[in-house]
């Protein structure tokens, strides 16, 4: 029992194989287990030549199904906490050229709104990570949506994205409907009544923006004057049911845009799961990082966060808060540590003594 030579090496030498043949004595026995022994040294010390042979099937190591190369990773910014968001690359260049403008025209960039902290006064906003400030994110979500619209590479797009095949009003769609960029305020304000109404979260917002650049990616299309209502309409209805306990039905989105149909909401969300291969997974890690680089473009277009004095009784509430999660985390790294034991740290474990009476 656990003789890897007998069982695994040797289909021939399996106990159950020799207990089926009987008339098998020891010294037969012990002939084909040295036999066995002997192919098991010489597969061992040429292993090449069995490859080559393909003799035996042919097992795939696990690391050669992950995705190794650097091409993958960039061309899935939603899925690898690595790769770098498309929003923030896209907007890279408006900013670049607003620098170099300012530097060539010699502008002053006016007078200066942000505050800095002290040895007296620590200055700090009220976005968390864990705890985003809802209008901040959703002037950010909204920029980064913005960006994407202007800087698109093209204009790829699907039917049931755009919004002359299904209206979101009744109004007339103009014809020239597909040349006009909106601004970031137009942006803004759509985003921003969906949210008021449905009563949605920040975090709900950024899983938004994970959502729609997994679905740019994978079905290969553009956010353009055409469509990008109803992609950012249905990258926050998946959210919104997704990040939620409570989510928002389809029909309560029916109400809020008046001339909208449950079964146009149900066959656009049916599309976009399908686009997404029904991945709807944002690792933490994947959020954190669109966490931060939508603190860069904040940044980086003067949106600043609003900043208050550190009070005391705010430090006090952030201690508590820093020294609950630690002790989470503690507790959590005791349960790992009970619960399995490498076989490296065997020699550190303490052993009682016994007591023969």
């Not at 026995?29 to 035996?56: F, N």
């Not at 607003?98 to 906003?125: A, E, M, V, W």
């Not at 029909?251 to 599309?271: A, F, G, P, S």
Request: aromatic content about 8%; overall charge negative; hydrophobic content about 35%.
């Amino acid at each position: 029992m656990g003789n890897t030579v007998t069982c695994c090496v040797s289909p021939d030498a399996s106990p159950k194989l020799s207990r089926g043949a009987g008339a098998a004595g020891p010294e037969r026995r012990l002939d084909a287990y040295e036999a066995a022994a002997g192919d098991a040294v010489l597969a061992a010390a040429e292993p090449k030549e069995a490859d080559s042979g393909g003799e035996g099937p042919h097992l795939q190591h696990i690391s050669d199904r992950e995705f190794p190369d650097d091409l993958a990773m960039e061309s899935n910014p939603s899925d690898h906490p690595r790769a770098s968001t498309i929003f923030l690359s896209k907007s890279q260049t408006d900013v670049r050229e607003k620098r170099k403008s300012n530097h060539i025209n010699h502008l002053s960039p006016g007078q200066l709104t942000k505050k800095y902290s002290s040895c007296s006064t620590i200055f700090i906003d009220d976005s968390t990570v864990s705890q985003p400030n809802l209008r901040s994110t959703i002037k950010c979500v909204t920029l980064a949506i913005y960006y994407h619209i202007k800087n698109r590479d093209s204009d790829r797009s699907l039917d049931i994205f755009d919004e002359k095949s299904h209206p979101l009003t009744r109004d007339d769609v103009p014809d020239d409907y597909f040349k006009h960029d909106p601004d970031h305020k137009h942006i803004y304000r759509f985003v921003r009544t969906l949210f008021s109404a449905a009563q949605l979260t920040a975090e709900c917002a950024i899983v938004t923006l994970v959502y729609l650049e997994r679905l740019l990616t994978y079905a290969e299309i553009d956010i353009c004057p055409s469509n990008w209502k109803r992609i950012v309409l249905g990258a926050i209805l998946l959210a919104s049911k997704v990040w939620d306990d409570q989510a928002v039905w389809n029909v309560d989105y029916c109400q809020i845009l008046k001339d909208i149909t449950v079964e146009d909401m149900n066959e656009m969300e049916r599309h976009f799961l399908e686009l997404l291969q029904f991945n709807i997974n944002v690792p933490a890690s994947v959020y954190a990082k669109y966490y931060f680089d939508l603190r860069s473009l904040a940044d980086d277009n003067n949106l600043s966060f609003l900043l208050e004095p550190l009070s005391k009784e705010r430090a006090q509430k952030l201690e508590a808060i820093s020294r609950l999660c630690e002790d989470k985390y503690k507790d959590l790294s005791k349960a790992a540590m009970r619960r399995s034991f490498s076989a490296d740290n065997l020699v550190g474990i303490r052993r009682s003594n016994a007591i023969l009476s």
